[in-house]
């Protein structure tokens, strides 16, 4: 899947912004001011807004805000410890997409009681209650290591950072994979 599919799939559904931002219409200087003011506004919480994947997602984000008119809120922490809690713009935001663990269960508890739907990508917190986004990274590399294995190869190596769950789940599935053929 794409990252426009995913996020088509997931967050657009989970944030109802549909067709009623597709609307343009010529308007006076204080309706377009108004107008902004009502508009939908997504939030996303982000480790870092740069970079493969986190910056492909938020290049994919602003995208579709854009697209359906929305606004976009940005918050960067800085780090991948699920330890962000500042309360920055909460009652601003309609709607929250969060790249990895970049924000602290606390906080996605918080903006969740206060109804505002909120969207996982590629992090387990283990709030049931959130909307996610995740591949199925065992079976994945299960099935990349099975067609190696098949034409002929047998000497592997996984290199993969410690420090996100997509990385260790591919790494315990890889390690799963070799043990099974060694």
């Given at each position: ?77 800085g780090s991948q ?44 917190y283990g709030l ?55």
């Amino acid at each position: 899947y794409t990252l426009q599919h995913l996020f088509e799939q997931s967050c657009i559904h989970v944030f109802g912004l549909r067709s009623d931002f597709d609307s343009c219409h010529e308007s006076s200087q204080t309706e377009q001011e108004s107008e902004r003011e009502s508009l939908k506004t997504l939030g996303v919480i982000a480790p870092f807004l740069m970079g493969t994947y986190p910056g492909a997602l938020v290049a994919a984000l602003y995208a579709r805000a854009r697209q359906a008119g929305a606004n976009l809120l940005l918050l960067r922490t800085g780090s991948q410890d699920a330890s962000y809690q500042l309360e920055l713009s909460l009652e601003r935001v309609d709607a929250w997409v969060v790249i990895l663990n970049a924000a602290s269960p606390d906080l996605l508890q918080k903006i969740h009681a206060s109804g505002h739907p909120v969207c996982v990508i590629g992090h387990d917190y283990g709030l049931p209650e959130l909307g996610q986004v995740r591949t199925d990274n065992a079976a994945g590399i299960h099935d990349a290591m099975q067609h190696l294995y098949t034409k002929g190869h047998r000497s592997f190596a996984y290199i993969g950072p410690s420090n996100m769950d997509d990385c260790l789940e591919r790494q315990a599935a890889f390690e799963g994979f070799i043990r099974e053929h060694a």
